[in-house]
């Protein structure tokens, strides 16, 4: 079974001389909104383009964050305790990488759709039971992470539309069949879909109509 985590955590805040990273790891954070302006003042916020506040206690991202982080291209909430994601995250506009893996999440946002420069989506280890159709709006999303959930099927409206994947990973879920839709999938390389509850090769998978 194929299982994706952060990189090695570092301890404390470590901030980039340009001001546009800042890492915040390890430090049992429970407000992402209080701890990042405390020590990236207010004005500089829309500045940042990478956040990574892995292997804290967040159990929400504060819509304000959203709001204030207006051009980050790098978001990495792994590691946590987050039970949602706010629809305001939408507002991330400029986001390529969002890393959410190993928390809490039982639903992705309906809204994730209009982060339409999204290439990388890492959500494993979560408790997802479902994917929003929106989610095959993300027609430049080359990987998408979603081992070790609880998924029961695929949506043929949530992947469809993924005509830059590359990299699709399932394993450890409990899909019984894989929807059609993976056939028009035509930049797909990789496919990882081990242990599930899958009794044949699927119909998208074999040759011939």
């Known amino acids: 079974m194929m299982s994706f985590f952060c990189d090695a955590p570092r301890r404390g805040a470590r901030r980039t001389s340009s001001q546009t990273t800042l890492t915040l790891e390890d430090r049992n954070m429970r407000s992402l909104f209080r701890e990042v302006v405390a020590l990236q003042p207010e004005a500089k916020l829309a500045c940042l383009r990478e956040l990574r506040c892995t292997g804290n206690a967040l159990a929400r991202v504060e819509p304000e964050c959203c709001m204030a982080l207006r051009h980050l291209e790098v978001l990495c909430l792994s590691g946590n305790v987050l039970g949602c994601l706010p629809p305001e995250l939408a507002q991330l506009r400029s986001l390529t990488s969002l890393r959410v893996e190993s928390n809490r999440l039982q639903a992705l946002p309906a809204q994730i759709g209009e982060l339409r420069r999204l290439t990388q989506l890492w959500a494993g280890c979560n408790q997802l039971r479902e994917l929003p159709a929106s989610l095959g709006s993300l027609r430049r999303l080359t990987e998408l992470c979603l081992v070790d959930n609880q998924l029961e099927s695929l949506g043929e409206d949530s992947v ?28 797909l390389r990789s496919l990882w879909i081990d242990a599930n509850r899958l009794s044949s090769c699927p119909r998208c998978l074999r040759d011939g109509p």
């Open 160 to 187: 469809a539309g993924l005509c830059s994947l590359e990299r699709l990973e399932l394993s450890g879920n409990r899909l019984e069949d894989l929807p059609d839709a993976l056939r028009s999938l035509e930049a």
